[in-house]
């Protein structure tokens, strides 16, 4: 061998001994070492990955959501190698990343034009869709058949619910008025033999959502005036199973209510007897608007007669007993407002309105001079709740009322320093003035 040849396989392998990745693929990086690269890799299907992953049914409904983040090793190739897991993550959602990571595929790193192994971050979002997550995607998607065809009114009504939806009024509305012209356009100038075959039903729905948008933006005269219309239109819908059923009865309550905006309490009436009369399904909801609208009147007999019709609608519900007595104790029928006070007491798994219910029989019974059962209504409520100030300042009431002044005032003082609010404050404050000096000193 010559010198010359000698030196040179010395010179290389003195290279191999200091520099040994000369002579050799490159090394796999640590996770955390940090590579120079002119250019990191760049995931070349990740949304589809991302997609076929989708989201664990398990961790739906579970209710779990949130992010994972792999960090993954991708080698000269682009190709996925391994991933290790950074961060807190459900083990649900980073076990569906496990199943479908290694097919992602990378444009690989650069460092100085070279292809190299690197380590990178790629993170996946789990993220649960809520209501208006799905209305935006709806809308999103009729824009695309509104793009594709702007003469079909029924998806301008379709896109005009998904507005309504999202309380985008305006947007609605707009909408409905395109699918109101563009279907009057469509049927205009069909002749008098073919009118059977016109959907009148789009056109009552249309008039129904565009009415209600109108109330949802406060404008009730246009509203009233749409809803008419609407229900006007469905007497000429001929089809018994349309979208005019289910909706009919909602059109009178609604323009019942948008009446009783406008004050018009007789056209109202008339709205949600209707209703009780033509759909027994929709009665309860009627019954309860009656009552709401009684009470404004200050028509206590009405409104509990709306009550009663709403009992037998809800036999369950404490809340009407509650409701029922306290107007039967406003129009002095003892007996009867401490028999629906009592079942609420009795029956509620509300601890508040079980107290309630014991406070208002004992005002009542104070009221009407039966002091010991007034005091035995007070200590059923304390006996649930033994700071409630209302309950202390019953007890007081009933207290001064037998000339117990010393319990009377400390009880009094109770209420108020427990955080007595509302009209009772002043009173009970002017009370322990006037008749108790010695403990206000």
């Avoid at 007491?345 to 009407?368: C, G, M, P, T």
Wanted: charged share 25%; proline share 4%; with cysteine.
């Amino acid at each position: 061998m010559n010198r010359k040849l000698s030196a040179a396989i010395s010179t290389w392998i003195c290279l191999l001994v200091f520099f040994p990745s000369w002579g050799m693929a490159q090394d796999e990086p640590g996770i955390n070492d940090f590579v120079f690269v002119e250019k990191e890799p760049v995931p070349l299907n990740l949304k589809e990955v991302r997609e076929t992953i989708g989201f664990p049914e398990a961790a739906a409904d579970l209710g779990v959501e949130g992010n994972v983040i792999a960090r993954i090793l991708v080698d000269e190739n682009g190709n996925y190698v391994k991933h290790k897991f950074i961060g807190k993550a459900e083990s649900l959602l980073r076990d569906a990343v496990s199943q479908h990571i290694q097919e992602l595929s990378f444009e690989p790193a650069l460092s100085e034009g070279k292809p190299l192994k690197f380590w990178m971050n790629v993170p996946f979002a789990f993220r649960l869709l809520t209501e208006n997550d799905l209305v935006e995607k709806a809308i999103s998607l009729l824009d695309a058949e509104v793009a594709q065809d702007s003469g079909n009114y029924m998806v301008y009504l379709k896109r005009g619910l998904q507005f309504k939806e999202l309380s985008r009024v305006d947007a609605a509305i707009a909408d409905f008025n395109t699918c109101l012209k563009l279907y009057d356009e469509t049927y205009q100038d069909l002749p008098e033999e073919d009118t059977t075959v016109v959907p009148t039903e789009f056109k009552y729905y249309a008039l129904y959502a565009r009415g209600l948008t109108y109330a949802l933006k406060g404008n009730y005269a246009t509203a009233s005036e749409d809803l008419s219309s609407a229900i006007q239109w469905a007497s000429t819908v001929e089809i018994a199973d349309s979208l005019v059923s289910p909706t009919l009865g909602n059109a009178y309550l609604e323009r019942g209510y948008v009446n009783f905006q406008l004050e018009n309490d007789e056209e109202a009436m008339k709205n949600y007897e209707w209703v009780i009369e033509n759909d027994p399904e929709k009665a309860c909801k009627a019954h309860a608007l009656i009552a709401e609208l009684r009470l404004l009147q200050k028509d206590l007999t009405k409104t509990v007669e709306a009550y009663d019709n709403l009992i037998n609608c809800n036999p369950d519900d404490v809340l009407l007993f509650y409701s029922r007595g306290f107007y039967k104790g406003e129009l002095g029928l003892l007996d009867e407002a401490i028999t629906d006070l009592s079942v609420s007491a009795e029956k509620s798994l509300n601890s508040k309105l079980r107290v309630a219910s014991h406070n208002r029989i004992a005002y009542l019974l104070f009221k009407a001079e039966e002091y010991d059962r007034a005091l035995t209504a007070v200590q059923a409520a304390k006996d649930i709740n033994v700071l409630n100030p209302i309950s202390f300042y019953y007890e007081g009431l009933v207290l001064l009322a037998q000339n117990n002044q010393s319990a009377a005032c400390e009880a009094l003082n109770k209420s108020i320093s427990y955080g007595l609010t509302g009209e009772e404050l002043p009173e009970a404050e002017a009370l322990v003035q006037v008749n108790c000096p010695t403990i206000e000193e």
